[in-house]
Each structure stands twice: as structure tokens, then as C-alpha cells.
């Protein structure tokens, strides 16, 4: 039985006054709130509706609101009206109808007692917002848009937490004392990487233009860098974020254009920050790992760009300078968020690059790592899992009994499987290494992938991918679904990467590798990559495909020895029928 009501009222003084005057409990009791207009929604919780009410019509950022909403519930408490706000504030960011115009004062995932229950009150309060036409989409619906997974306004776990106030405590220290600094953020798939680097750039926009006039609540999370003094230190403060893969950057530029204080004009590339005639204050750089060092660029134009670069930053085209070397000459404080192990091209940055980056922000007490796996329900365990298996490391069968792992004797039941998962539960894709031609780009009827009677095409589009038309029925490689999340991912494991059942040891097949960038040598610098570097990109290629999937991962693998061997490791995850998708 429903025990919430919704009561809405125009926003403005007389009203809020004779809604206070109804029930003395106004001033004393906590709820949760809306304050909307047409295109933008503030979201609240207080113990005292009538004084929080009257302060943010005196507040000038509020004043264009003429809505108001107010959830009661004689069953809440304050935990719950924090844990209802965080979770409203997130469906009307992912959902995109409204602005959200709420600043990003944080609030952990916590728990408190008998939060099931109360999430499922939650889920009415949505349905009812969603009859009186507060939202346009259900909530799978919004849960798998990228403006809900990218989106500033993320419950922090407890580690990330951590990161987050260790980084602010460390930037404001540093900006006092004025001098530079190099933080690093490391971690595995799934760990929040990058809603660390997209929550710290709201944070710190709304920072530098809070007003002192409207501090937020106590329990917020920051709220001791909203303060005065702090606005102070970011006056003027040029801040920006580098995404280097084409692909995410314009997904979260998508999400910047809705975000207030955001813009996507502070999503860069490396080239725009090499390029920039000022320098930027700070800049935070996601997938620090696929950082490009020199080497043969996808294009004659961004060949002479790199050399223009170098030689206008540094007085002369030095072949040793990186993408990461122009970040650090064009700001003052740098945010590198990585995972070594997702390298997957030669031009990637190495690890010799990459470790002394590392082993710097460590002696700095500049180093905040992430652990706790948010994406993936097999947990950490899965991925060490993955990793140690795809280097021929893993020796013991292992099973998951909260992840959906299956492995595939034949691709058109895989295929199927997941047609049947995206009509279920969305976002449900095949991904391959890239181990065919991409023939489909000269000649768009031609299949790239024919395994098993069934014709596959290469992804048609390079950016957002995975949300656009036609996806279900395409095959996505390693560069559109990196940081990434899916539902469900069926990965190939095509013919590139095999397994000597003598010597019990993978190997890289390279004439069965198609990606020419992903293989030639570098000859600018004089690098040679044999077939064990080259098995290196392809195992962490294959690392990240297989770490994509929240709810489930299927897996068909070409090679049959390889196939025995990861078989044997996954004794019981072979589907028992062939699904069939509905209708």
C-alpha cells in the first residue's frame, strides 16, 4: 500500500506560505521536493520544507522556477530523503527532459536499515513524476542512456569518495602554496575512472561559481569546499577534461551540453590542448593510457599537427615528446585517470611512460587507486579472472554464480542469445577483435565476419555506436566500446589470438590481426613491435571486451585449441538450448 503523497503548488511566496500554514509539520519533518520550470528542475531534501522553501525564493538562481512538488512519507527519515534525492536527481539527468540545475555537493551510496523496502517506494514516486509527465522514459530506459552513465551527478561509493576529497584537499593545498601538481587515479574496468573525472569537473565548476548566499546542506558530502575562500582560490580558474577517444569524448560532450556549468567546449582532444594558445589551470585527462606517443597518426593532417605542436611547445619536432608531455606544458595541474592494462594500439602510450607517471604521483601522496568493481556483477574476481585466462595463466575452472557467463559452440546461438538479452534487458551487443577485414567500408553489402552460416558487418558508425540504429545486428570493435558499459556483450574471439596446447601458452596470430594500425611498426622512432608486443595489445583488447558486460558476458572463440581451453574453464556455463528471440 502507497504510504508517499505528491503535493504540488505554484511556486511563489504566497503559496509556500499557505502550504507551510496547513500543517505546523512543514517546518519540522522530512521530505523530498521538485522546483521546476519548463526546461529546468532543482532537487532537494530538508527537514524544514517551510524555511528551505522560503530560502530559495530568496535565492536569484531559483527565481525563474514557478513549480513546486513536495514527496511525503510519515515513514521517512533523513537517510531516506538523502538516498531518494541522490536517486531522483539522477533519473532527471539521465533523462534528459529537464536541466538539472542542482550543484554537485555529493552523496555517497550509503546504506540504512530496511533500504530495500524503501527503494521499492522510490519506484512509485518515479511512476507517479512519470504520470504527471515529470519524465518522458522508463526507468531501464534511462538507466541505459549515456546521459544517466555519464552523468556528474553519480552516488560516490565509499573509495571513490575518498579520491574525490583527497584530490580537492590536495588541489586547494597546492593552489595555496603555488606551485603545480600530478594526480593520478588508477583502476580496472568497471571502477569509475571516469565518473570520477566527470563528477570532479562539476564539482569544481560549482565551486568556483557558488554563492556564499546559498551554502548547501550539512550533510552534503563537500560541503566544506563551499565555503568562503575557496571560490576564491578557482577565480579565473581554466579548467578542461581530455577524452582521446573519439567516440566517449562526444558522448560526454552530450552530457556537458546538459549540465549547468558544464559545456562541451571543455571536452578536448589532445590535439586541441597541444594546439591552445593559453594554458589551462587544470586538466583532467580520461584513458591516460590511450594518450597517443609519436608514431604514424591516422592522418597525414594530424602527422603535421603533431609536428607543429612539438616544435611550437618545445622550439623543435623532438621525437620523444608525448601527448602527455603536452599536457603537462599547457597546465599547471593535471588529473590522469588509467589503467595500464587497456593499452591496445602501438601508439598508445608504453609503459615506460606510463610507470614512472605512476611511481611520481605515488611519492607526491598524490595516488588514489580504485578497486571495488561498480560494473561488472561477477566483481573484481572476474576480471583478474579474465586477464589471467586470456595470458594462459588461469589454470582452475571457475564459475560466478551472479554474473550470466556463457561460452558459444556456435556464433548464430550467441547471436540470437543476445537478441533475446537486448529485447530483455537493453544495451546487449556482439564485439570482436579485430580479426577480419573491414571489407563492408568499401562495399557496404559485402559481410566482414562469416562464421557458421552466419554474415556479420563491422559497426557502420564510429560514434555512439552502441545506441544507434541497426547496432543489435552489427558487430562493434575495441575503439567503440571502450569506457563503455553494456547489459550483456557477446564476444568473438577470433582467429588473432590462439592456444598451443603443447607448450599450454596463447599466442598473437598476426596475419589473422587486420588492424594495420594496431600492428605496424614504429618507424619514426624506431620501434619494432614483435609477436609478443603484439600479443600483449591483443589479450588487453580482448580484456576490455570481455569486461563490458554488467549483467552478463557470452563468448565464442574461433580457435579451437583456445576454444578446449577456455571451455575447460568455464565448465558449466554452455547454454543448454538455443534461444530463440521474441517474436
Sequence with gaps: ?????????????????????????????????????????????????????????????????????IVIDETFNKSVCLDLESYLIRLFAG??????????????????????????TFDEVFDELRAAGMFTRDIPAIENSDLFKL??????????????????????EDLELGGGSTIVVQGDPGTGKTIV???????????????????????????????????????????????????????????????????????????????STEEYDLLVVDETHRLNQRANQPSGVQNKKFREINERLYG?????????????????????????????????????????????????????????????AGGADYIDFIRRMLRGEASESRTFPNYDLRIFDDLGAMRDAIRVRDVEHGLARLVAGYAWPWKSKKDALKPDIELDGVALQWNRTATDWINSPGSIDEVGSIHTVQGYDLNYAGVIIGPDLRYDRVSRRVFADRDSYFDTKGKENNKTLGVTYDDDDLLQFIVNIYAVLLTRGMLGTYVYVCDPALRTYVEELLQGSKPTEKPRPNG
Excluded: C
Excluded at 552523468?151 to 586547494?172: T, V
Excluded at 578557482?234 to 579548467?239: A, G, H, P, V
Design 1 to 69: 500500500m502507497t504510504s508517499f503523497r505528491i503535493e504540488r503548488f505554484p511556486f511563489t511566496r504566497a503559496m509556500v506560505g499557505q502550504w507551510t500554514e496547513d500543517d505546523g509539520r512543514h517546518a519540522n519533518w522530512p521530505v523530498v521536493y521538485t522546483l521546476s520550470s519548463d526546461g529546468d528542475i532543482y532537487i532537494g531534501e530538508t527537514l524544514n520544507a517551510r524555511g528551505r522553501l522560503r530560502q530559495h525564493l530568496d535565492t536569484a538562481s531559483k527565481q525563474h522556477l514557478t513549480a513546486a512538488r
Design 95 to 120: 533523462d534528459g527532459k529537464y536541466q538539472v540545475v542542482n550543484r554537485n555537493e555529493g552523496i555517497t551510496d550509503a546504506d540504512y536499515y530496511d533500504r530495500v523496502r524503501y527503494r521499492a
Design 151 to 172: 552523468s556528474p551527478f553519480k552516488a560516490l561509493n565509499q573509495e571513490q569518495a575518498i579520491a574525490m576529497e583527497g584530490i580537492l584537499e590536495g588541489l586547494f
Design 197 to 275: 573525472g566527470v563528477f570532479l569537473m562539476k564539482l569544481l565548476r560549482d565551486i568556483q561559481i557558488s554563492n556564499p548566499n546559498d551554502r548547501p546542506e550539512s550533510d552534503s558530502l563537500f560541503s566544506e569546499f563551499f565555503v568562503e575562500g575557496y571560490a576564491e582560490l578557482l577565480r579565473n580558474f581554466k579548467i578542461g577534461i581530455v577524452v582521446p577517444q573519439q567516440s566517449l569524448r562526444k558522448s560526454i560532450q552530450k552530457v556537458f551540453a546538459k549540465t549547468p556549468g558544464l559545456g562541451k567546449n571543455l571536452v578536448l582532444t589532445p590535439f586541441q590542448v597541444g594546439e
Design 316 to 376: 623543435n619536432d623532438d621525437l620523444t615528446k608525448t601527448q602527455l608531455d603536452w599536457i603537462r606544458s599547457r597546465s599547471r595541474h593535471q588529473v590522469f585517470l588509467l589503467d595500464e592494462a587497456q593499452s591496445v594500439r602501438p601508439a598508445d602510450l608504453p609503459a615506460a611512460v606510463l610507470g614512472p607517471l605512476v611511481q611520481g604521483a605515488k611519492s607526491a601522496d598524490r595516488f588514489y587507486p580504485l578497486v571495488s568493481q561498480m560494473r561488472v
